[in-house]
C-alpha cells in the first residue's frame, strides 16, 4: 500500500480516537439564570470535563455541574452550576452571614453579596459535597437541596466558550 495512504489511514484513526474521547469526557453546558453570578451569567456556554472526577474528588473551590430532578414552579431541572464549599466528612456553617468550614472562616472573593443568608449547622455526609452557588440571594443549592451525592456530580467547569470576550479556563 502506497505510504501516503498508510499515513492518511493513521492520521484518521488518530483523529477518530481524540473525536471519541472528546465526545465522551468532554461536554458542553448553559448556564441558566444568575445563580453564579458575578463569575458566570445567564447564557454562559461552559465545557465540562468529566475525567477528574473519576480518578480524584472534588475539591473545595471547583466549579462543578450535577444532576438534578427538582421542578421550579416553571421547569424541571436537569443540570445544576454550582461551587464546592465543603466536601465528605467538613462542617458547614453558615451563622452572621459568614461561611465556616471546619470552624475556619473561609476567602470568598467570587460571591456577589459579602452575605450568605439562612443560618445553618452540617457535617457533610461520606461521599457527598456542600454546593453553593455565587449568588447567594437566589441560588438553589445545598442549603435547601442538601449535600449533593457524589454520582451525581457530572464533571468540573473547566472552560468558557461563550461569550467571546470571556473566553477562556475557567480558575
Given amino acids: ?3 501516503g495512504i498508510m499515513d492518511l489511514i493513521k ?7 481524540i ?17 453564579m453570578y458575578p463569575s458566570f451569567h445567564n447564557n454562559d456556554y461552559l465545557l465540562i470535563n468529566k475525567i477528574p472526577y473519576i480518578l480524584m474528588e472534588p475539591n473545595r ?3 462543578v455541574i450535577f444532576k438534578t430532578s ?9 443540570n445544576l452550576v454550582k461551587r464546592v464549599i465543603g466536601v465528605g466528612g467538613d462542617l458547614v456553617e453558615i451563622k452572621d452571614g459568614k461561611i ?12 456577589n453579596d459579602k452575605y450568605t443568608n439562612r443560618d445553618l449547622r452540617i457535617r457533610v ?14 441560588s438553589l443549592d445545598s442549603r435547601k437541596l442538601g ?14 466558550i461563550y461569550p467571546f470576550n470571556k473566553l477562556g479556563m475557567i480558575k
Fill in 125 to 138: 455526609p461520606k461521599d457527598s459535597f456542600f454546593v453553593m452557588g455565587d449568588n447567594r440571594e437566589i
Fill in 70 to 78: 427538582i421542578m421550579t414552579s416553571t421547569v424541571k431541572v436537569n
Fill in 100 to 111: 465556616y468550614v471546619n470552624g475556619e472562616k473561609i476567602k470568598e472573593s467570587y460571591i
Fill in 1 to 3: 500500500m502506497d505510504k
Fill in 11 to 17: 492520521n484518521l484513526i488518530v483523529a477518530g480516537i
Fill in 19 to 35: 473525536a471519541l474521547i472528546i465526545s465522551v469526557f468532554i461536554k458542553p453546558t448553559l448556564v441558566k439564570g444568575n445563580s
Fill in 147 to 160: 449535600p449533593i451525592k457524589k454520582d451525581h456530580i457530572r464533571g468540573k467547569a473547566f472552560f468558557r
Fill in 61 to 63: 473551590g471547583d466549579v
